[in-house]
């Protein structure tokens, strides 16, 4: 082979490689969509695929995570879990040259909650509030705050929501959980940061989180504020 096409198989190669990758993400993303669709009915949801554009949020206190980023709601699917309206969906969002997809469920019900992101604690996470702070803490509890990082605009409110119970009940939570937790109005989210939820495991994602959610939305800090 002359130099003339050892040059051209340099410059084609990365391109068809490049191509293939975006292909590959096409199908692989189409095939998504239509298995999560055929799952959505066997846990009792409608799918609603891009019909449904995200969450309103309380202006005054977005989600730390629907805040900072301006991404994309894909995947879509409404539900209930008791007493609780419920929706699951993908959001992709970009992070400097990364981009990140992660699936989220969202619980409702007719109760403010106190604005908060919860996250697990990891080791930067103790030497950053060691020096600013601003973690949430409980002394009666240091098994929640050593797992995790609690911050909030309104303390106050915060913990009174997380009462003893709620408290325990995060504790023991396994710990290969890793929830991600935050509210916005009547709004609570839960999800695993950068990890989308495959068809198989839909049931049991739901189940989880909703188990999560139902304890917060009983929490006696909710239920009877000024108890």
Same mark, same amino acid.
């Given at each position: 082979m002359n130099s003339n096409g050892t040059s051209l198989l340099w410059i084609?190669?990365? /391109? %068809?490689? $490049? @191509? #293939? @990758? /975006? /292909?590959?993400g096409i199908l692989n993303a189409r095939k998504r969509t239509q298995d999560l %669709? %055929?799952? %959505?009915p066997q846990i009792g949801f409608t799918f609603m695929g891009d019909t449904?554009?995200?969450p309103v949020l309380n202006p005054q206190h977005k989600t730390c995570l629907l805040q900072r980023t301006r991404g994309s709601f894909k995947n879509a699917m409404v539900g209930s879990a008791g007493n609780l309206q419920a929706i699951i969906f993908d959001y992709t969002y970009r992070m400097g040259k990364s981009t990140v997809t992660q699936t989220l469920a969202c619980f409702s019900e007719k109760l403010q909650l106190p604005p908060f992101a919860l996250k697990p604690e990891g080791v930067f996470d103790r030497i950053g509030d #060691? /020096? @600013?702070h601003t973690d949430i803490n409980f002394d009666s509890h240091p098994g929640f705050s050593r797992r995790y990082g609690l911050k909030s605009p309104e303390e106050a409110g915060t913990r009174r929501l997380f009462s003893p119970g709620l408290l325990s009940y995060m504790e023991q939570i396994p !710990?290969?959980? +890793?929830w991600n937790i935050?509210? !916005?109005?009547t709004n609570l989210f839960i999800y695993r940061a950068g990890r989308t939820v495959s068809p198989t495991d839909l049931s049991t994602f739901f189940h989880e989180t909703s188990s999560v959610a139902t304890? @917060? $939305? +009983? !929490?006696d800090g909710l239920k009877n504020p000024v108890g």
């Open positions: 084609l190669g990365p /391109i %068809a490689l $490049f @191509v #293939a @990758v /975006i /292909i590959w %669709a %055929a799952t %959505a449904w554009h995200g #060691a /020096i @600013v !710990s290969e959980g +890793n935050e509210t !916005s109005g304890t @917060v $939305f +009983n !929490s």
